[in-house]
């Protein structure tokens, strides 16, 4: 089944301890992209790439890592993460534009709801 | 990208046609208009996309007005499985960010 996996589905942890989101897709997908969502703000992008080694900063990258060693995984990594960071964090891929009928289809993870204390 | 507007909330009773608009008036010649949904606190999960032509999928129907200033998204026969928030996104297809802005959406509620 094609899909987009994320873990942990849940974490609450404290301020300025590292941790790391993973994202794994089964779909051959050269782009993948975080996003974070807050209420009232809606979705707002966070990092994103084009291929393996190709990363790139969204809207709110601040205080996020990422790394694209391999085409399937893409990481998300808070540092030292802080409440601000206390978010529901969804990962999606796509097939690059390239033609093609369904191109621009992103495909979303069902979401890691991380808890900063 | 240009900006959408969608009513904030609307409601239809189950097994009726669940029709949802969408401004978009601002937008260009290379833009596409894409319709997603996110049911409760899931992953956003993509409906359809159209740029001018009207669309249909297994999913729904997608009509966009002549010029293009508006859309339709219509559910044929809508199911209590449908009640998410349903987002109008226009984007140029070939935004190599690939970023899609998630506006507020409209909730959408099926009734029994």
């Known amino acids: 089944e094609a899909q987009v996996t994320q873990n942990p589905r849940y974490l609450i942890t404290v301020t300025g301890k590292k941790l790391t989101v993973t994202c794994s897709q089964n779909?051959?997908?050269?782009?993948m992209s975080w996003y974070r969502q807050d209420p009232g703000l809606g979705l707002r992008q966070i990092y994103y790439s084009m291929n393996v080694e190709v990363t790139d900063k969204g809207d709110v990258p601040e205080g996020y890592k990422v790394s694209r060693k391999e085409k399937r995984n893409f990481p998300l990594i808070l540092e030292s993460p802080s409440p601000n960071q206390t978010s529901l964090y969804f990962c999606?891929?796509?097939?690059?534009?390239?033609?093609?009928?369904?191109?621009?289809?992103?495909?979303f993870g069902e979401g890691s709801r991380l808890t900063v204390l | 990208d240009a900006k959408t507007t969608q009513p904030p909330s609307m409601d239809c009773a189950e097994g009726r046609a669940a029709n949802l608009p969408c401004n978009h008036s601002?937008?260009?010649?290379?833009?596409?208009v894409y319709w997603y949904r996110q049911i409760h606190s899931q992953g956003p999960q993509y409906i359809i996309h159209?740029?001018?032509n009207n669309e249909t999928n297994e999913m729904a129907s997608l009509i966009i007005t002549e010029d293009r200033k508006s859309s339709t998204l219509i559910l044929p026969h809508a199911t209590l499985r449908d009640t998410a928030v349903y987002y109008c996104?226009?984007?140029?297809?070939?935004?190599?960010?690939?970023?899609?802005?998630f506006g507020s959406g409209t909730r959408l509620l099926v009734r029994p």
């Open positions: 779909m051959n997908h050269e782009y």
């Open positions: 601002t937008i260009s010649g290379n833009e596409y």
């Open positions: 999606a891929s796509s097939i690059r534009l390239a033609g093609g009928a369904r191109t621009g289809e992103l495909f």
């Open positions: 159209g740029l001018k």
């Open positions: 996104i226009v984007r140029a297809r070939m935004d190599s960010s690939y970023k899609l802005i």
